[in-house]
């Protein structure tokens, strides 16, 4: 059983504001210490259920937060500028069975999620299929084209009513609770923890029972960013597959969910250059 891990920095106890999410700020090495320990709980969980390889994905803002040697030493790392950003190391021929999402948060425009946002802070909504989605969801759908299934999500209570929505399979363990977008009343790190090893081993369990099922969505795909303004909107829809449909709205619509985290992925960094 191969387990891989995406960890994210916004839905780990503890983490309540954007400011120590951020690698200038001085409270940044606090909340990266939080996430790798959340990380490795996860790990943990992933080997007492039978794991016989876990690989680990940094997968917030730069991508180079999890200090190497604080890991557990049975996952390896993947850190760095990754093309494939929050699924790098997931795809073809990887050969893994099972996700597990740590420290992820609610949709950009969530009214309590805390620190709430998708891939970047220039979407303000992000639908799929006309329903809100975040990041877990649009993961899903290109991690579901690979045929792997999320088996566990972690992160606040918003979260958590997001991935009931959207992934009705997956453990979703909820380590604070969103008080508002910046505020969050939040467990003791280390109970956390608990809680994230004992959902990382039922979900794999789950996976290596065949009780996990990958994300699969009906063609055509429709996804739809609402940007924060409309300079990002005009580069987004540059991209193939592209389309403005309103004052800062673009659609993607393709049978292919691939082709649409990539037109997705491509959208965020072009935007970026418009933040
Ligand atoms: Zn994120």
Not at 239 to 262: H, K, N, Q, S
Request: net charge negative; with cysteine; charged share 20%.
């Amino acid at each position: 059983m191969k387990v891989w891990i995406s960890v994210d920095m916004e839905g780990i106890a503890g983490v309540a504001h954007p400011r120590p999410t951020e690698r200038a700020d001085q409270g940044y090495p606090a909340a990266a210490a939080l996430m790798v320990a959340e990380a490795n709980a996860a790990v943990e969980g992933a080997l007492a259920a039978g794991a016989d390889e876990v690989v680990v994905n940094d997968s917030h803002g730069s991508m180079f937060n999890l200090d190497p040697a604080s890991l557990h030493e049975a996952a390896r790392l993947i850190t760095g500028q990754k093309a494939w950003s929050m699924v790098e190391g997931a795809g073809p021929g990887s050969g893994v069975d099972v996700a597990l999402c740590v420290g992820y948060h609610a949709r950009a425009g969530h009214p309590t999620g805390t620190i709430a946002h998708t891939y970047s802070y220039g979407p303000v909504e992000t639908r799929l299929g006309g329903r809100p989605v975040g990041e877990a969801g649009i993961n899903a759908m290109a991690l579901g084209a690979w045929s792997v299934p999320i088996g566990m999500v972690t992160g606040d209570d918003a979260l958590a009513e997001e991935v009931a929505a959207w992934l009705p399979s997956a453990e979703r363990v909820v380590v604070k609770h969103g008080i508002g977008r910046h505020a969050a009343s939040a467990l003791h790190p280390a109970r956390a923890r608990a809680l994230v090893r004992d959902g990382a081993e039922r979900a794999v369990r789950a996976a290596a029972a065949g009780r996990l099922a990958p994300l699969v969505l009906a063609a055509p795909i429709v996804l739809e960013t609402d940007w924060s303004n409309a300079a990002q909107a005009d580069l987004a829809a540059i991209v193939p597959l592209a389309t403005r449909v309103g004052d800062r709205t673009v659609r993607i619509e393709t049978d292919d969910p691939l082709l649409a985290y990539r037109a997705f992925l491509a959208g965020i960094r072009l935007a970026s250059l418009a933040a």
